[in-house]
Nanobody, 119 residues
Framework: QVQLVESGGGLVQPGGSLRLSCVSS?????MGWYRQAPGKQREMVAA???????IYADSVKGRFTISRDIAKNTVYLQMNSLNPDDTANYYC????????????????WGQGTQVTVSS
């Protein structure tokens, strides 16, 4: 059974940092992070493909960094300068990027890890 397991979520003060990790039982071209806050649609945060190309949501550019260890089937999300709007359940995923590398299509999902930014 395909399994993606996230870790690293928690409670952090505004301006603080967290680093999320996700280990996948399978290897795919790309991995990415989505988030969903109560009452809002799930949105893509960042994605990275096997060539190292990255995609970021405008809201996190300059603050979040996605990276990947392909050999370990692991993806990371370094989150800096966190604010309350970043509060959400963060989901790891595995999938594919488009031919252009400008879009990401998730196929497999983790269970999520909660990130809460509050003073």
């Amino acid at each position: 059974q395909v399994q993606l397991v996230e870790s690293g979520g928690g409670l952090v003060q505004p301006g603080g940092s967290l680093r999320l990790s996700c280990v996948s039982s399978i290897s795919r071209d790309a991995m990415g992070w989505y988030r969903q806050a109560p009452g809002k649609q799930r949105e893509m945060v960042a994605a990275i493909n096997s060539g190292g190309s990255t995609i970021y949501a405008d809201s996190v550019k300059g603050r979040f960094t996605i990276s990947r260890d392909i050999a370990k089937n692991t993806v990371y999300l370094q989150m800096n300068s966190l604010n309350p709007d970043d509060t959400a359940n963060y989901y790891c995923s595995a999938g594919w990027t488009s031919y252009s590398g400008r879009s990401y299509t998730p196929r497999y999902w983790g269970q999520g890890t909660q990130v809460t930014v509050s003073s």
